[in-house]
T-cell receptor, first 112, second 114 residues
Framework: DAKTTQPPSMDCAEGRAANLPCNHS???????VYWYRQIHSQGPQYIIH???NNETNEMASLIITEDRKSSTLILPHATLRDTAVYYC?????????????FGRGTSLIVHP | DAMVIQNPRYQVTQFGKPVTLSCSQT?????MYWYQQKSSQAPKLLFH???????NEADTPDNFQSRRPNTSFCFLDIRSPGLGDAAMYLC?????????????FGPGTRLLVL
């Protein structure tokens, strides 16, 4: 089972920031938070990941709370092409390996 | 560009007729995964290979098998497809199975069972 919970859907106006929350209250001390997105009928695409510190790359920013029980993915200037399902993933440890398990994700709709 | 390739993008098969889906990678990654994604659902992991070591998820039906003849290629075999096996099948790779390992996904193969 996924170790994360996300709102099923959100919407955002084009050009505004999209803030996608994720709850991972059972995260362990050394487990990373990963974000992927899946545009309709395509394979998931890696966005960003982090452990404790906030992270930023050319696609997005990731804000992780100090207690690490939740995080927020920020798309600073959403475009119509950012319409997708966004998955927050904390890997489950299974037989010595970290196996990524997808939850239901958040369907983000960016409107004009 | 290094990538994960899945062919074909769309596959049609008949009920009960064996079908094989293909995945190849140019990333030279050790791990290859197969996921099943049904309409409006999240991807569900079926199994993965770490090099030649095969790891099946506990709830993956016996109808689904996989082969990895070399580092670059991995196949998903569905021995007797049922109507419920119609889905998008996603292949992914990663360098390893540590926690900080990014997965790279192919575009998927959409399987239709008639």
């Amino acid at each position: 089972d996924a170790k994360t919970t996300q709102p099923p859907s959100m919407d955002c106006a084009e050009g505004r920031a999209a803030n996608l929350p994720c709850n991972h209250s059972t995260i362990s001390g050394n487990e990373y938070v990963y974000w992927y997105r899946q545009i309709h009928s395509q394979g998931p695409q890696y966005i960003i990941h982090g452990l404790k510190n906030n992270e930023t790359n050319e696609m997005a920013s990731l804000i992780i709370t100090e207690d690490r029980k939740s995080s927020t993915l920020i798309l600073p200037h959403a475009t119509l092409r950012d319409t997708a399902v966004y998955y927050c993933i904390v890997r489950a440890r299974s037989r010595g390996s970290y196996i990524p398990t997808f939850g239901r994700g958040t369907s983000l709709i960016v409107h004009p | 560009d290094a990538m994960v390739i899945q062919n074909p993008r769309y596959q049609v098969t008949q009920f009960g007729k064996p079908v094989t889906l293909s995945c190849s990678q140019t990333l030279n990654h050790n791990v290859m995964y197969w996921y099943q994604q049904k309409s409006s659902q999240a991807p569900k992991l079926l199994f993965h290979y770490y090099d030649k070591d095969f790891n099946n998820e506990a709830d993956t039906p016996d109808n689904f098998q996989s082969r990895r003849p070399n580092t670059s290629f991995c196949f998903l075999d569905i021995r007797s497809p049922g109507l419920g096996d119609a889905a998008m099948y996603l292949c992914a790779t990663s360098r390893g199975l540590a926690d900080e390992e990014t997965q790279y996904f192919g575009p998927g193969t959409r399987l239709l069972v008639l």
